[in-house]
């Protein structure tokens, strides 16, 4: 690959950096065929894999690692970093943030200090500060301020916002859209079945909370604690 204009680039592959015609697109590191396709002045990226950040123009300290890695959105963003299959494919000027695994993020173009980890995490977000961790965690979630992690925890969330699932399955969901807000769900399958506009429920402990659906402000402390209720309201259990 050849380029026109910036120094201390290395572009290796048919077609990698080939846009870059500016002085200003300097440290640049691209290998893979179309890698860092449409560069223009950038400077301090990485992109490794097929079609790797192929779409990217201005962005700077972006790290793209896989086929397809933050490759569909014309990236302007900066300190972005995505490694997998499909990771970030739509970003466009998104800041710092973390997607590692296939299609993690992908959805994601302008939102910032996203974490998702994991297969299909939060992939299909456009909002900004959400953590996720484990395969599937937040996948149709689209609005911010969540805490996911475990296997699948939140996985039917959409636009509830202010969520915190922890455990494996914690509300999870059924397929079913969660829209409610502001409810924490810790231990394994515990808020399992949160739906609809449940809200400002809070189960600490494995199966706590387990059959919930559509309650509210609801507090269940310990194994399996309030297992029994499904759309009741203002129930304390320990």
Do not use: C, W
């Amino acid at each position: 690959a050849i380029v026109d204009g910036g120094v201390q680039n290395l572009f290796v592959g048919d077609e990698a950096g080939t846009g870059l015609n500016s002085s200003n697109g300097d440290g640049n590191v691209a290998v893979g065929y179309q890698a860092m396709l449409a560069l223009t002045s950038g400077s301090s990226n990485v992109a490794v894999g097929l079609n790797a950040m192929r779409d990217a123009t201005t962005g700077t300290f972006n790290i793209a690692i896989g086929d397809g890695a933050m490759y569909d959105g014309v990236v302007t963003g900066n300190h972005n970093l995505a490694i997998g299959y499909l990771p970030l494919e739509n970003l466009t000027g998104g800041i710092g943030n973390i997607a590692l695994g296939r299609e993690a993020l992908e959805t994601l173009t302008v939102g910032n200090n996203n974490v998702a980890v994991g297969s299909f995490s939060l992939e299909l977000v456009n909002a900004s500060e959400n953590t996720a961790v484990g395969n599937y965690t937040g996948q149709n979630n689209t609005t911010t301020d969540q805490v996911m992690i475990g296997y699948s925890a939140g996985q039917s969330t959409t636009s509830g916002a202010g969520q915190t699932f922890v455990g494996h399955n914690a509300g999870k969901g059924t397929g079913t859209a969660l829209t409610g807000t502001n409810n924490t769900a810790v231990g394994r399958d515990s808020g399992l079945v949160l739906q609809g506009n449940a809200y400002s429920n809070s189960f600490f402990g494995a199966n706590a909370g387990t059959a919930v659906t559509t309650g509210i402000q609801n507090t269940f402390i310990g194994y399996t604690a309030g297992a029994a209720n499904t759309v009741a309201a203002d129930n304390v259990a320990v």
